[in-house]
């Protein structure tokens, strides 16, 4: 269980999880970190269908076979996870409140403080949006609107002779990148659609193979 103030890293360490999770075909319906308000410990909870009686060890096995994919597993991120059917009390609540957050544009994991926590024995939550992402059709359609408004080259704000530009926010392997889309395409190799990205931090254009992007935003 992770212990005091919940990190960033842990965060996006939960996030990369999820994604990991839903690629091995392992269903979460909703997760979030929740603060246990006496103990001060927070639990990651997710909600997956694929429970059944008797069968959080199967389940937990894979969670740790997908962290120990990079090498040594994460110890600490795999005992602050916490299983829970979509039947239960607490499923239920985590599920419906992820998808009433989920609705909010362009938010990757949401604050949320409520007295309804307290039935539960929590006090706050950080609680993800959908797991399951985009598919790469929506993906593709999202990217191509964004382009085709040309939101991306409106400036957002004015430095100097500069203007300041927004970026799509792209998410990948449970991270989050900050690029600036400049096309969609199908890759004639590999029948794969791909995302072409300016990345300003490194000056380079990036190629992203849409089914790899879970999300994108502005």
Known sequence: MATAALVDGLIADGRKLLTDLHRRRFGVSAAGWLHHATDDIWQLVVVTPSL??????????VVYECLAEAGDPDMELFNAVRLESPDSRLGQWLAATGERLSARPGWTVTHYFGSDLERFGFDQARIYRTIAGMSSRQVARVVGDMLGSGVLDQPAAVDGTDGVYPLAAIERGGRVLRLKPTGIRRDQTTGQLIVDAFDPASGAVQHIPADEITDVSL
């Open 52 to 61: 059944h009686p008797g069968g959080v060890g199967e389940r937990m096995n």
